[in-house]
């Protein structure tokens, strides 16, 4: 997804969750002031970043394109956080309550980190090797992707969207021109990967786009007067505007920015760019660590990890040294999938495993389920090996689990376990919308709703686990170790979990920073 966007997505996600901090506060007071405030400048986001409305569910501005590359954008961005940010120090801080003071920290902290950020051009970078605009679209087109294609309106409103395209390609020409002209690019070997991308999606007919996926499966209770005028629409809509705008975005990129790139790569290496380093530093951390401390962190940490590797090696009888050690499990065909739906099978075995486990480990499911499927082709060369998307708010669309298969025979039989098991699932959990409304910590001593019921002492599951097993023994651990979990974050924790009221309880809690994983057995 587009840098831009994920740094959204993430911020509606952290407004979303601190508009109900201060739990339900009665009507005219200050934490009431404060979460309406919050909201507002919630809806102000969803306004201006309308693809991401449809990430999480929001249908209201489906026939809109993020207008991040028009004239103005930038300046009307800044001026809602100059505003917001504005009004939130206008409120008197001891007069809210403690959790209220919370979200007052964090709101008002991001309104600042975002406004620290405005003498940083990154809009002259709006696309690269691994997220953007362009890609998105295709993914939402797709047919398989958070855009819905149900209805006969569902159709239009996307046709609409995907018309805008266009006008989004010569805005984001038109900025990177300018970032050439002030040496703000992205570097060489990025640019490169992302001309194949866009000759991905260009296709001779509109009938071999990835957009015609949801023509292909236009619904039955569609007339067919009306399924008809829906795909004369998008054919000509694609052979006309929007194939030839991806078209000249790959021309752009091919003839005029791969040559003016950067043969540089770091951040540092931008104009101004130690104090635009350190901004984005501050934005990922929230410390104000000198980029040299963070290398020594990870170097400690590279040394800690190649220790535990080399005791690996020792354990399973390697001989060799460790360097050895690496380069057989990189070789050994042992160790890797023969085909793609070998890799797909694997994984989602893994998943119904993993399932069935769930109910001795949380006693909070999520509305949605997930699913895995392959990365899509066009942008497999530069997608990572696993990542995420996250459900609709209602839970009426599931996650999605990407696994990049276009090197299968290379991807490791052992990354099936490692993955959505000791990384991804108890991720996904806790993005998930919950079923419930309040958060839950099992054994912790925090009293709260459940959405499961005891019968005959069995857990029954709410609806939206009907898929799992249940347990007799929801709370205990693996190895006959007794554990507490708190269920909305989604990890085992050990001894307590703190609640915190949100505006979804799927976002709401923070557990300890003892973490165990379940094991897929």
Same mark, same amino acid.
């Given at each position: ?219 039955? +209770?569609?007339? #067919?007067?009306? /399924?008809? @005028? !829906?795909?004369? *629409?998008?054919?000509?809509? =694609?052979?006309? %505007? ?29 104009? +101004?760019?130690? #104090?635009?380093? /350190?901004? @984005? !530093?501050?934005? *990922?951390?929230?410390?104000? =660590?000198?980029? %040299? ?29 460790? +360097? ?198």
């Amino acid at each position: 997804m587009l840098r831009m966007k994920q740094a959204a997505i993430l911020l509606a996600s952290t407004v979303a969750a601190l508009a109900g901090c201060a739990g339900t506060a009665p009507q005219n007071t200050p934490d009431a002031a404060l979460n309406a405030l919050v909201e507002e400048y919630f809806e102000r986001q969803l306004e201006l970043s309308p693809m991401n409305a449809t990430a999480i569910g929001d249908t209201r501005y489906d026939d809109r394109l993020d207008e991040s590359t028009s004239p103005g954008f930038r300046e009307k961005q800044l001026g809602i956080e100059r505003a917001f940010l504005d009004r939130a120090r206008r409120m008197d801080i001891a007069q809210l309550s403690p959790a209220a003071r919370i979200t007052f920290e964090i709101f008002s902290t991001e309104r600042e980190q975002a406004l620290a950020g405005q003498k940083f051009h990154e809009e002259y970078m709006p696309l690269n090797q691994m997220s953007g605009l362009p890609m998105d679209l295709a993914v939402y087109g797709s047919g398989s992707g958070p855009q819905p294609f149900k209805t006969a309106n569902d159709y239009q409103r996307f046709l609409a969207r995907m018309r805008q395209f266009p006008r989004w390609v010569d805005g984001a020409i038109a900025q990177m021109r300018t970032g050439m002209s002030l040496g703000i690019t992205l570097p060489k070997p990025a640019v490169a990967k992302v001309v194949p991308q866009l000759r991905g999606i260009v296709t001779a007919t509109p009938q071999e786009s990835i957009f015609w996926g949801p023509v292909k499966d236009l619904p039955a +209770d569609i007339p #067919a007067a009306e /399924r008809q @005028r !829906i795909s004369q *629409a998008y054919a000509t809509a =694609l052979s006309q %505007e929007v194939l030839p705008a991806y078209a000249r975005l790959a021309d752009f990129f091919e003839r005029d920015y791969l040559p003016a790139a950067r043969t540089t790569v770091g951040w540092s290496d931008l104009p +101004d760019g130690a #104090a635009w380093y /350190r901004w @984005r !530093i501050r934005g *990922a951390t929230t410390m104000d =660590l000198p980029p %040299e401390q963070i290398h020594e962190l990870g170097l400690k940490e590279v040394a800690r990890i190649r220790a535990e590797m080399l005791a690996v090696k020792e354990q399973v009888g390697f001989k060799g040294d460790l +360097d050895a050690f690496f380069k057989h499990l990189e070789d050994d065909p042992q160790f890797y999938f023969d085909n793609e739906q070998e890799l797909l099978d694997a994984y989602r075995d893994v998943k119904r495993r993993i399932d069935a486990l769930l109910p001795k480990l949380f006693s909070d499911f999520p509305k949605a389920d997930y699913e895995i499927r392959p990365v899509e082709a066009f942008r497999a060369a530069s997608a990572a090996g696993g990542s995420y998307q996250a459900p609709s708010a209602d839970g009426t669309r599931p996650g999605i689990f990407y696994i990049n298969t276009t090197t299968c025979v290379r991807s490791r039989a052992s990354d099936s376990k490692r993955f959505p098991c000791t990384r991804r699932r108890p991720a996904i959990i806790s993005r998930l919308p919950s079923s419930r409304s309040s958060p839950t910590c099992r054994d912790s001593g925090v009293s709260t709703t459940t959405s499961r019921t005891r019968k005959a002492g069995r857990c029954m599951p709410s609806r939206s686990a009907r898929n799992w097993a249940c347990s007799p023994t929801p709370t205990s651990g693996t190895a006959g170790s007794r554990m507490k979990c708190c269920a909305p974050c989604g990890w085992w924790s050990t001894p307590a979990c703190t609640p915190r009221a949100g505006r979804a309880s799927s976002r709401s809690s923070t557990c300890s920073t003892t973490r165990r994983w379940p094991r897929a057995t």
